[in-house]
């Protein structure tokens, strides 16, 4: 066989790797549901939902990125909820929370979307990993029970916002910012010069409003006086046993417990089947452990025919 042959069918080997790679990926993406119960020695198609929220909490898409990452997409996070209450086959979701907050919008989308599944009638639980503070607090008290562990660092309802202002070094080495703008506050916080006294208190009327929001938001979810909120709203940490005496939880105990108590409030006899709706980065597409899955099905017969294809063109190169 000519080398130019052989180049061509190596190229498209190539070619058919990466198609599949990214057939793979979409499909992954697309059905945001991979393999149940991870931890939990449970199969797929059973009757309680886990969702993950991990990490930074971000209003927009991404869940991370290609390579993974810490960041709990709410886009993501209200697309895997939606999908979970629209089948049949699940009664319940549980929320596994792992987070120390971030977006309040983002925050606010996921617990909208809970209170309203739980409007539609299906029940949504809370468990609490290292920590569920500020937005993942925020997230969830929209939850019907809530699950923390002793050690699970919670709370810190508040609001804030740092400004770096950097015009004293600039001075000190010699840099002159020069901006132009329309807008009387269009500069505000950007570090390049003091706030004015006026900004601040723009500024503070902008975190007073979310904060208003935020307390309101746990108080109704946990059906808890504003005022008490309000006292409990000072930004502090608490301990999931601090928490649960403050009524900010209802129950210690990990994620197998939490799952269990949901399965006895829809009526699930014995040890309910947990479905996990997650997003997989294209790293732990391509290798991960698929043999050990419950998932394994269409990813693993994707796995296989890239194997074939792969060494028909190895063979036919030679």
Partial sequence: MSSGAKWAIGCGAFIMLTIFAVLLLALTRVAGLVGGGAGLGQTA??????????GVIAAGG??????????????????QLQQAAEKSNIKAIMLRINSPGGSAAGSQEMYQ?????????????????DMAASGGYYI?????RIFADPGTLTGSIGVISANLEMSGLFQKIGVKPEVLKEGKFKDMGSGLR???????????????????????????????????????????????EQALKLKLVD?????????????????IEGKPKVVEFRSRSLMDIL????????????????????????????????
């Fill in 194 to 240: 003091p706030l004015t006294d006026q900004e601040r208190q723009v500024m503070q009327s902008l975190l007073a409003n979310v904060y208003d929001q935020f307390v309101k938001a746990v108080a109704d979810g946990r059906g808890l006086p504003v005022e008490r909120v309000r006292a409990l709203a000072t930004g502090q940490v608490y301990t999931g």
């Fill in 287 to 318: 290798f991960g452990d698929v043999s050990t899955s419950s998932a394994r099905g269409w990813r693993g017969l994707l796995y296989d025919r890239m194997a074939d294809a792969l060494t028909r063109s190895a063979l036919q190169a030679q």
């Fill in 251 to 267: 129950e210690l105990g990990g994620l197998a417990p939490a799952v269990r108590a949901l399965g006895r409030r829809v009526g």
């Fill in 62 to 79: 991404g869940g991370g990125g290609m390579f993974g990452g810490e960041v709990a997409s709410a886009e993501t996070v209200v697309r």
């Fill in 113 to 129: 979307e809970i209170r309203r599944i739980r409007d539609q009638g299906k029940p949504v639980f809370v468990s609490m990993g």
């Fill in 45 to 54: 198609g059973g009757d309680v939902a886990l969702i993950r929220v991990e």
């Fill in 140 to 144: 969830a008290s929209a939850a019907e």
